[in-house]
């Protein structure tokens, strides 16, 4: 059974930045998919970024591009996500979720395709 774990959400001032981490326990991190999603109040959950054990494999949401990146430390079995110039409309609760790795595949930012989920970490972008 997988586990995961958000930490690092907090309350920042638009244009700061922060750094999210989901730490993966149960089995080996390079053994599966890692997307990081969230939902703002009233809105649907929203892909954020994917990263899966192929080099270079990663991908990011069109409202984040340029401004978030997806790493994964395999020695710490966690993945992180670096919020850089964070606007109000970044607020919301991010999730991390997994799925097994499949070869010759690439991740993606489709809710249904993962099926483990942590508990989510509220990032609040206000002055």
């Known amino acids: 059974q997988l586990h995961l774990v958000e930490s690092g959400g907090g309350l920042v001032q638009p244009g700061g930045s922060l750094r999210l981490s989901c730490a993966v326990s149960?089995?080996?991190?390079?053994?599966?998919?890692i997307g990081w999603f969230r939902q703002a109040p009233g809105k649907e959950r929203e892909g954020v970024s994917c990263i899966s054990r192929s080099v270079g494999d990663t991908a990011y949401g069109d409202s984040v591009k340029g401004r978030f990146t997806i790493s994964r430390d395999y020695t710490k079995n966690t993945v992180y996500l670096e919020m850089n110039s964070l606007k109000p409309e970044d607020t919301a609760v991010y999730y991390c979720?997994?799925?097994?790795?499949?070869?010759?595949?690439?991740?993606?930012?489709?809710?249904?395709?993962?099926?483990?989920w942590g508990q989510g970490a509220q990032v609040t972008v206000s002055s």
């Open positions: 979720a997994a799925h097994a790795f499949v070869f010759f595949s690439v991740c993606g930012l489709t809710p249904g395709r993962y099926d483990y």
């Open positions: 149960g089995l080996p991190l390079d053994t599966y998919v």
